[in-house]
């Protein structure tokens, strides 16, 4: 029995992005902000799949494990920020108002 493929194409802008194609976006359930992830395997196929946003990163759960323990074990090291720093640091962030949603640019890739 022939398996039926389908198939749609998508263009990479000059940052690098493109848009999910719709029947993609439909198969794997996507909306605005949702997550997906990209499988490289071996024979050089890539794969795209919905990335579950209730999985855990391995990495950043071994380092809040670690900052955890450390905080436990060594509680005079954690102090808070002193005002000296912070006056330090308001200069360096005023009028910074970060947008999320806004694309990388050219030097950002």
């Known amino acids: 029995m022939a398996q039926l493929s389908l ?3 998508s263009t990479l802008t000059n940052r690098y992005q493109t848009t999910i ?3 993609v976006r439909k198969a794997l359930h996507l909306n605005k902000r949702a997550k997906i992830r990209y499988t490289l ?3 050089g196929t890539v794969l795209i799949s919905r990335a579950d946003q ?21 509680p005079k090291n954690v102090s808070s920020i002193s ?12 009028g910074v108002e970060p947008d999320l949603n806004s694309p990388l640019s050219d030097e950002d890739d």
């Open 7 to 9: 198939y749609s194409d």
């Open 54 to 74: 209730d999985e855990n990163d391995p990495v950043l759960a071994q380092f809040l494990t670690f900052l955890a323990n450390d905080i436990s074990q060594n």
């Open 83 to 94: 005002s000296d720093l912070i006056g330090r640091i308001r200069p360096l962030i005023s």
């Open 21 to 23: 194609p719709a029947m």
């Open 41 to 43: 395997q071996a024979d």
